[in-house]
Every structure is written in structure tokens, then in C-alpha cells.
């Protein structure tokens, strides 16, 4: 089971930190990701991880400005999010998989999802 927290409404150059707790895993067992979904839009990969968090992917969309970063000992892992701008906006997901890629279909564990307002 996955835990996605941390989202909330800010402003237009703020930041947030999201966290992804697992439970009843290790997490260190799976490949793990952030997607995002804004309304009317489809589900997009935003950052993911390797399961030793050595290397990592990110959407051109927020490279430079987001850190996908992981806590095996802590089954956690994190999405600092700095920079945020209004396209920004929409609820994120965390997912666990067992395969590396950037298809929604590659992962197999979601979490509820959290809100991400940018406002300007």
C-alpha cells in the first residue's frame, strides 16, 4: 500500500515536498515513480526512481526544478518540488513497479494521489 502526502496550495515560484510512504512491502523491492494528472488530461510520468535510487528520470517538463529522491530504510520516497508554476497544478501519484519506464502501464501499486495547486 502506498501513501502519497505533502500537497497543498501555493504560489507561483513556491515549493512543496511531497512524500510516498510504503507499507506491508520493502520498498527497496521496486522501481518507484511520481505521475501527475490535471484535469482533462491524462495520467504523465513526472520523475522515477531505481530501486538503490541511482538513477533517476525526469520529464523535460520539470527537470532542473523537481528532485526525485528515496529513503529505502524509511520505505519512503520524495518529490521536492521548487519553482512551481501554474502548469504545475494537478494531483500527483506515487506508483511501484517492477520494470523501468515511463508508461503508467509499467506500474502496478498506486497511491491515493494528493492536490497540487499552483495559484498566480
Known amino acids: 500500500q502506498l501513501q502519497a502526502s505533502g500537497g497543498g496550495l501555493v504560489q507561483v515560484g513556491g515549493s512543496l515536498r511531497l512524500s510516498c510512504a510504503a507499507s506491508?512491502?520493502?520498498?527497496?523491492?521496486?522501481?518507484m515513480g511520481w505521475f501527475r494528472q490535471a484535469p482533462g488530461k491524462e495520467r504523465e510520468i513526472v520523475a522515477h526512481?531505481?530501486?538503490?535510487?541511482?538513477?533517476?528520470y525526469y520529464a523535460d517538463s520539470v527537470k532542473g526544478r523537481f528532485t526525485i529522491s528515496r529513503d529505502n530504510a524509511k520505505n519512503t520516497m520524495y518529490l521536492q518540488m521548487n519553482n512551481l508554476k501554474p502548469e504545475d497544478t494537478a494531483v500527483y501519484y506515487c506508483?511501484?513497479?517492477?520494470?523501468?519506464?515511463?508508461?503508467?502501464?509499467?506500474?502496478?501499486?498506486w497511491g491515493q494521489g494528493t492536490l497540487v495547486t499552483v495559484s498566480s
Open positions: 506508483a511501484a513497479g517492477t520494470r523501468w519506464g515511463t508508461s503508467v502501464r509499467l506500474y502496478d501499486s
Open positions: 506491508g512491502r520493502s520498498a527497496s523491492d521496486y522501481v
Open positions: 526512481i531505481t530501486r538503490s535510487g541511482g538513477n533517476t
